[in-house]
T-cell receptor, first 113, second 112 residues
């Protein structure tokens, strides 16, 4: 929905650790939940998304889980690598009406070698 | 993402000057958005458009105007620039409901 909260704002992990970023949303009609990655000085790009008819989706080392009852979804990165260092944004477009695309405030992930 | 092009890439303005940022797309997408990105503030929606001839306000519309006279172009105008409008501006496009958004390369604007 229009109100998307994202936590944490910064996350530091050691290479090889897992990282989890969580977003909550307010519009119960939302049914599409994308995650974007923005490397330093570059544009945001979609890395994974999930639709409300599934609870989890994986793509190699990244996964997204969705809990529609609690209205939250999370990004999971396993076996983190230094190239995973970036800012990650979630979004939860409203389920009905116009596609006012509002993003979470972002999480800066730093993966240390 | 050759499909979304922002012009210019960099600009320095003096307080009170005006300028227009252009977002051009060749993907024939309906939805277009303008965001500003400030340190620690994420991507904040300024204005958006759901089709040719339509515009709507986002989260932070004050001080900006937009127009979408042609489907492929979305213009963002600053009538009287202020230092608070120093930011990186991103345009994004989207084809349909619940699909991927594609971003332009960004415009770094400094108002002195």
């Amino acid at each position: 929905g229009e109100n998307v909260e994202q936590h944490p704002s910064t996350l530091s992990v050691q290479e090889g650790d897992s990282a989890v970023i969580k977003c909550t949303y307010s519009d119960s009609a939302s049914n599409y939940f994308p995650w974007y990655k923005q490397e330093l000085g570059k544009r945001p790009q979609l890395i994974i998304d999930i639709r409300s008819n599934v609870g989890e989706k994986k793509d190699q080392r990244i996964a997204v889980t969705l809990n529609k009852t609690a209205k939250h979804f999370s990004l999971h990165i396993t076996e983190t690598q230094p190239e995973d260092s970036a800012v990650y944004f979630c979004a939860a477009p409203p389920g009905t009406g116009f596609q006012k695309l509002v993003f979470g405030t972002g999480t800066r992930l730093l993966v240390s070698p | 993402n050759a499909g979304v092009t922002q012009t210019p890439k960099f600009r320095v303005l003096k307080t009170g000057q005006s300028m227009t940022l252009l977002c051009a797309q060749d993907m024939n997408h309906e939805y277009m958005y303008w965001y500003r990105q400030d340190p620690g503030m994420g991507l904040r929606l300024i204005h958006y458009s759901v089709g040719e001839g339509t515009t709507a306000k986002g989260e932070v519309p004050d001080g900006y105007n937009v127009s979408r006279l042609k489907k492929q172009n979305f213009l963002l105008g600053l009538e009287s620039a202020a230092p608070s409008q120093t930011s990186v501006y991103f345009c994004a496009i989207k084809g349909a409901v619940n699909t991927e958004a594609f971003f332009g390369q960004g415009t770094r604007l400094t108002v002195v």
